[in-house]
């Protein structure tokens, strides 16, 4: 079965410290992989997406991630937190029919 | 990119009841797909709405209880019927643009809370 993993339901940074969040897919065919944001009460924001192009992609934001298929893992990058970063994170596979299956989510706290 | 819209955009409604949710699109496209987030969750895709034919729905969720409409390309409709507390939720519906690399756009969400 394809899906998505996020290890780590919950992460706390510090402010201009790395942010590093976890994401693992199993698919059987080559995956199309998105990282979302929510922020509190708004809607889900595009952050960057894999489609079998370049391995490392960089997002909006400072956010990137890079696609290791022996690894099976997307794990999204961020040099340097910043206090407007505290959001949800959804590492997201396309599946067969244009349907998307979500990780579960981790919840990013930034700490002054 | 797309510019969706959603009405309302959070409703508290008694048990028993239904509510009807809203999604505008500012664009022409083909599939529409409704999702639920339930408190503190991820989103769980409900069903995908094509213009023209039946709604496909997801395992878990059925007709009945979430009935949709898709009247043209640009306009859907989910109904949240027969409502009781486990339905509050957030109800996002999204769109993917065949030109814009297989990224999905999203609604802002309509909060349904049910007493």
């Known amino acids: 079965a394809q899906s998505v993993t996020q290890l780590g339901s919950h992460v706390s940074v510090s402010e201009g410290a790395l942010v590093l969040l976890r994401c693992n897919y199993s698919s059987s065919v080559p995956p199309y992989l998105f990282w979302y944001v929510q922020y509190p009460n708004q809607g889900l924001q595009l952050l960057l997406k894999y489609t079998s192009a370049a391995t490392l992609v960089k997002g909006i934001n400072g956010f990137e991630a890079e696609f290791k298929k022996s690894e099976t893992s997307f794990h999204l990058t961020k040099p340097s937190a910043h206090m407007s970063d505290a959001a949800e994170y959804f590492c997201v596979l396309r599946l067969a029919g244009n349907k998307l299956t979500f990780g579960g989510g981790t919840r990013v706290l930034v700490k002054p | 990119s797309a510019v969706i819209s959603q009405k309302p955009s959070r409703d508290i409604c008694q048990r028993g009841t239904s509510l009807t949710i809203q999604c505008q699109v500012d664009s022409q496209v083909t599939m529409m797909f409704w999702y639920r987030q339930q408190p503190g969750q991820s989103l769980t895709l409900i069903a995908t709405?094509?213009?023209?034919?039946?709604?496909?729905?997801e395992s878990g969720f059925v007709i009945d209880k979430f009935p949709i409409s898709r009247p043209n390309l640009t306009f859907s409709t989910l109904t949240v019927s027969n409502l009781s507390p486990e339905d509050s939720s957030i109800y996002l519906c999204s769109v993917e643009l065949g030109l814009a690399g297989y990224e999905q756009y999203f609604g802002p969400g309509t909060r349904l809370t049910v007493t």
């Open positions: 709405a094509n213009q023209g034919s039946e709604a496909t729905y």
